[in-house]
């Protein structure tokens, strides 16, 4: 039903199921890369980029790009990209593994090739490579706040928008896990849908009953909607907004029901100084928003030599 591994690792890679993650490789790439990388030149370039288009045709350069602080690089297949799309004579010579930790100052990469592909695909490039890592840095903050625990970190929808595989990617680099990717893969039967459904068990029984081969999640706000969605056959729950207590009860009455033990996942409000405590109640998964939703892109600087 779903694959993980355990936290921290610093390569992870991607697998099928609402949840993947694979610590013998680097996550495989989004099939929707190209495209993303298109869309991108398509709203910067546009018709064409009047500023390079200054500099003669025939003149090449070299680049340098380096960090102005600490990360986890990410995104160096969408960089590439970037350069292959407006003009495969850019030749980069990465310095840096993707999923590496570096330094600040360290020296990510070398490009060489015609001066105005450089210029042009600096912006679009730059805003992939910094904003992965930023993603992949947080990631790998979180992450090592629940060492020593058999609890992972799970991602959510909460996206950049159109970025949304490009930072699930970013997500297995930093050492978290992926949630479902979107609507189509997974069932999260949520507060909405419990009162449009009419009870917990209608709609997990609806969801059984849709034919789709994927897990039924249920949120729930209470011991009580957690026994309800157990009676139900739920395959996992998400408890919404528990208390670290709480959390401990759910566990227990999760490993006494008749239909659990199922994967526990806990959510809501936390932040870096509540998650040890919630990890060690015996949760199987956190989900946190902030992961993807409030990432910071890691300082990045491409210069001329």
């Given at each position: 039903m779903w694959e993980g591994s355990a936290p921290g690792a610093r390569k992870p890679g991607g697998g099928p199921?609402?949840?993947?993650?694979?610590?013998?490789?680097?996550?495989a790439l989004p099939d929707d890369l190209t495209q993303t990388v298109a869309r991108a030149l398509e709203e910067d370039i546009?018709?064409?980029?009047?500023?390079?288009?200054?500099?003669p045709a025939e003149r090449n350069a070299r680049a340098t790009v380096i960090t102005r602080e600490p990360a986890v690089?990410?995104?160096?297949?969408?960089?590439?990209?970037?350069?292959?799309?407006?003009?495969?004579?850019?030749?980069?010579?990465?310095?840096?593994?993707?999923g590496d930790f570096v330094g600040a100052g360290a020296l990510l990469c070398r490009l060489a090739g015609p001066a105005r592909a450089l210029l042009t695909g600096?912006?679009?490039?730059?805003?992939?490579?910094?904003?992965?890592?930023?993603?992949?840095?947080?990631?790998?903050?979180w992450v090592g706040l629940?060492?020593?625990?058999?609890?992972?970190?799970?991602?959510?929808?909460?996206?950049?928008p159109g970025l949304r595989t490009a930072q699930k990617y970013a997500v297995r680099c930093g050492g978290g896990t992926n949630h479902r990717t979107g609507l189509h893969d997974g069932?999260?039967?949520?507060?909405?849908?419990?009162?449009?459904?009419?009870?917990?068990?209608?709609?997990?029984?609806?969801?059984?009953?849709?034919?789709?081969?994927?897990?039924?999640?249920?949120?729930?706000?209470?011991?009580?909607?957690?026994?309800?969605?157990?009676?139900?056959?739920?395959?996992?729950?998400?408890?919404?907004?528990?208390s670290p207590d709480d959390l401990r009860v759910a566990v227990a009455v999760n490993a006494g029901h008749p239909n659990g033990p199922?994967?526990?996942?806990?959510?809501?409000?936390?932040?870096?100084?509540?998650?040890?405590?919630?990890?060690?109640?015996?949760?199987?998964?956190?989900?946190?928003?902030?992961?993807t939703k409030h990432v910071r892109s890691i300082d990045l600087s491409m210069r001329f030599e």
């Open positions: 199921g609402f949840f993947s993650k694979d610590v013998t490789s680097m996550p546009g018709t064409g980029d009047l500023t390079a288009a200054l500099v690089v990410c995104g160096r297949p969408w960089f590439d990209e970037v350069f292959r799309q407006i003009d495969p004579r850019v030749g980069v010579e990465w310095h840096v593994d993707e600096e912006r679009a490039a730059l805003n992939f490579l910094q904003t992965l890592s930023g993603t992949a840095t947080t990631v790998h903050h629940v060492q020593g625990t058999n609890c992972r970190l799970l991602d959510t929808r909460k996206t950049l069932i999260l039967i949520k507060e909405n849908h419990i009162l449009a459904a009419g009870s917990i068990a209608a709609a997990v029984v609806a969801a059984r009953g849709a034919g789709t081969a994927v897990p039924v999640e249920v949120e729930v706000e209470t011991l009580d909607e957690l026994r309800q969605a157990l009676d139900a056959g739920a395959d996992m729950a998400l408890l919404d907004e528990f199922i994967k526990l996942e806990a959510s809501g409000s936390v932040t870096t100084d509540s998650l040890p405590a919630i990890a060690a109640t015996g949760v199987d998964f956190v989900s946190i928003g902030a992961l």
